[in-house]
């Protein structure tokens, strides 16, 4: 695998042009998306700045130009007034001032009078690579570029190490003040998240705390992109705990997850009601954002990288890498998240599929009725029904497994290569999104998510299944465009 140099990692895109030639050769490669967001080259991760303004939803990702590695990062901006056809915008905000010298990195957006508002932290290293994050904000503008302010809000504190990033701004009514909250990590490496607050989201923020959350003081080493959303009656962090372990998910240390409970602005305290709960149960899926309370309350859609830090994929050799997942509606049930898919995905499918061919085409919806009993499904075989991804599902324990260690392309098998979960009911349903190289598969309703990046090889198109009620198989509509837009 190639070896990046510091130099080749922060080189600055001057033109368009430096990725012409890439972006030709990525844009035939057998595993680009058709309805997911991916880069035009080079590696995507978090989802940035989700917002809803005028009919028009702004979802910005991390983008670092050059090959699927985590070097220099920008925003780049894409657009949707349905959620599901996107349009590629180019880059918003590029790393080209002091604060953000190695990179803009993850953030969100609010919207202030009429305008959008983005917040992200600048990643400045000094020479000997110190690094010193900085809290930035820019405003949208009609043109293509977002405009900095000239200095930032504020800069590191030194309470933390020099792992303090990520700002997510929200309001809160009863205390009339604006919050960010941010990822952080103490000096005895504990991950943690930080408050700051203002009257005016424009200038005069103070740092006010560390941000308690009973019971998750010591909770792994590092926490990123933690945001606080409301609900219904309820609140919830969203965040990612780094350097810890949890159960089913092997050697893996990344996990996104969220707790339910009450934020009390007043005190700096999010009182649990409930444990923590991964968001999805798949094998890729980090640092979700979630755009909250639009047009409706208590409406919030969620989006996620499809991918993990300190992994590798298939597409590297290919210099490109991460797409962002179908975005999800959120409800609460039972002190749960529930996540559909949005509604009107369904004005993708082109034609039915017979079943009976066994065949899968590459960018698909399946929906399966099941009777609550045994179940088993088998994605991405081969023609003679081996090898592919695994749907097992056991009644007894209402156990629903999905495995993928006998696709031909095995990747991060070290963060384990099957995942579990218990359903509180019985399976009766399961709705499945394939692109040519990822797989989300929607249980119950919602009532859990399984999302994972996905390679098969030519031979891999067949499927099998037990028995079940219904099944009903739709190729999809391409409804994201892989415009080389910078
Ligand atoms: C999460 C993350 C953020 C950071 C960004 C850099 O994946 O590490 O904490 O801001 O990615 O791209």
Redesign the pocket.
């Known amino acids: 695998m190639k070896k990046w140099t510091k130099k080749e990692l922060c080189r600055k895109l001057k033109s368009p042009d430096e990725l012409t030639e890439m972006h030709e050769q990525i844009s035939g490669s057998v595993y680009r998306q058709t309805f997911h967001i991916q880069p035009v080259t080079g590696l995507l991760?978090?989802p940035n700045g989700f917002i809803y303004k005028d009919g028009v939803w702004h979802l910005f990702y991390?983008w670092c130009p050059w090959g699927a590695v985590?070097g220099l990062?920008h925003w780049y901006h894409t657009t949707s007034e349905n959620l599901i056809n996107w349009k590629n915008l180019g880059v918003s905000i590029y790393p080209d001032t002091y604060f953000d010298n190695k990179?803009v990195?993850?953030g969100s957006a609010m919207q202030l009078g009429d305008d959008i508002y983005l917040y992200y932290?600048g990643n400045h290293r000094d020479d000997d690579w110190t690094r010193r994050s900085f809290t930035c904000m820019a405003k949208l503008t009609d043109g293509k570029l977002a405009k900095k302010y000239s200095a930032p809000l504020f800069g590191p504190c030194d309470e933390y190490t020099e792992n303090q990033?990520?700002p997510k701004i929200v309001y809160d009514e009863e205390t009339n003040k604006y919050y960010i909250i941010m990822?952080a990590q103490t000096k005895d490496n504990r991950g943690c998240a930080i408050i700051y607050s203002s009257s005016d989201p424009k200038f005069g923020w103070e740092y006010r705390g560390k941000l308690n959350v009973p019971g998750f003081e010591d909770f792994g080493g590092m926490w990123?992109?933690p945001s606080l959303e409301h609900l219904g009656d309820h609140d919830i962090l969203i965040f990612?705990p780094q350097h810890l372990t949890l159960e089913g998910h092997g050697t893996g240390t990344n996990h996104c997850g969220y707790i339910i409970g009450y934020m009390d602005y007043e005190n700096l305290t999010f009182t649990p009601d409930g444990s923590f709960h991964v968001l999805d149960f798949g094998f890729d899926f980090?640092?979700a954002a979630c755009c909250a309370n639009v047009n409706e309350k208590n409406k919030a859609i969620l989006t996620a990288?499809m991918g993990l830090?300190d992994a590798s994929y298939p597409t590297d050799s290919e210099n490109w890498s991460g797409c962002l997942t179908l975005p999800r509606e959120l409800s609460i049930r039972h002190r749960r998240l529930i996540q559909r898919p949005i509604k009107g995905l369904e004005s993708m499918r082109e034609n039915q599929i017979s079943p009976g061919l066994g065949m899968l085409p590459s960018s698909a919806e399946i929906a399966v009725t099941i009777y609550p009993e045994d179940f088993q499904m088998s994605l991405f075989s081969k023609k003679d029904g081996t090898g592919g991804l695994s749907i097992n599902y056991i009644d007894k324990i209402r156990e629903i497994t999905i495995d993928r260690s006998n696709m031909n392309i095995r990747f991060n098998n070290e963060n384990g290569e099957s995942r579990t979960r218990i359903l509180d009911n019985g399976l009766t349903h399961l709705r499945i999104f394939i692109d040519h190289s990822s797989i989300e598969i929607f249980v119950n309703d919602g009532d859990a998510v399984f999302t994972s990046r996905i390679f098969p090889e030519e031979t891999e198109r067949y499927f099998t299944l037990s028995d079940c009620t219904s099944i009903n198989i739709w190729e999809l509509n391409p409804t994201v465009k892989d415009d080389f837009v910078i």
Do not use: F, I, S, V
Request: proline share 5%.
């Open positions: 991760n978090d991390q985590h990062k990179g990195y993850t932290t990033r990520d990822g990123e992109c990612c980090y640092a990288w830090p």
